[in-house]
């Protein structure tokens, strides 16, 4: 038996950007979100300037990070945009009102909601949060949001479709505190409608 002091067993960064009671925004990395359909459930922590965001404003982009991003997550990792940082966070994060600069990320507009896109994703998920959800006796919320728009970058993108290429385009993964990107392709699930991309073919 083993204890692990996390459980992040390989699952995706996603960058969110939600906005500030003054207007600005933030940015915040996450590895904590899964897909439902059209929809998007995240976990984040009940103290986190995202949560407080989202219960006052529900408008948030998910921008799925790609493994080339990593550095950048990272140096957004130890930042919180919470002013004054909780006390349960001030041992390890330090407040920084601008994440983007910080970064060295760029906003991009968005199309229907407030916060900005991250133009170096090529995955950005436009979105609502519908229901906030507490668990864990108060330390985290369960996020689910509807996806309103999705941008991808055209390269990445089946040509003709509106299907992402997996050959192509893969999200960062976060696994045990440690970063990866996905192993060579073993298969495919029955269905996959991008088996026979000119990209399989060759």
């Known amino acids: 038996m083993v204890r692990p002091s996390i459980l992040y067993f390989g699952t995706p960064v996603v960058l969110l950007t939600t906005e500030n009671d003054d207007g600005t925004f933030n940015l915040a990395p996450i590895s904590s979100a899964w897909a439902l359909g059209q929809h998007i459930v995240l976990g984040l922590g009940s103290e986190s300037q995202t949560a407080r965001n989202l219960a006052a404003r529900s408008e948030l982009v998910i921008n799925v990070a790609s493994p080339e991003l990593w550095e950048q997550v990272e140096r957004l990792a130890p930042l919180t945009g919470a002013d004054p940082v909780p006390e349960s966070k001030r041992a390890v994060y330090r407040y920084e009102s601008d994440k983007f600069a910080a970064s060295g990320l760029t ?16 995955l950005q998920l436009e979105a609502r949060a519908r229901a906030l959800t507490p668990g864990g006796a108060g330390l985290f919320f369960s996020v689910e949001c509807d996806v309103l728009r999705v941008h991808a970058d055209e390269r990445i993108v089946v ?5 992402i290429d997996p050959a192509l385009w893969s999200p960062l993964i976060y696994n045990f505190r440690h970063y990866h990107g996905l192993a060579p ?3 495919y699930g029955f269905r996959s409608e991008t088996v026979n991309t000119t990209t399989r073919a060759a």
């Open 107 to 122: 906003p991009a507009d968005s199309h229907i909601v407030k916060p900005p896109r991250v133009a170096e994703c090529a």
């Open 159 to 163: 040509p003709g479709t509106h299907h």
């Open 185 to 187: 392709e073993i298969g």
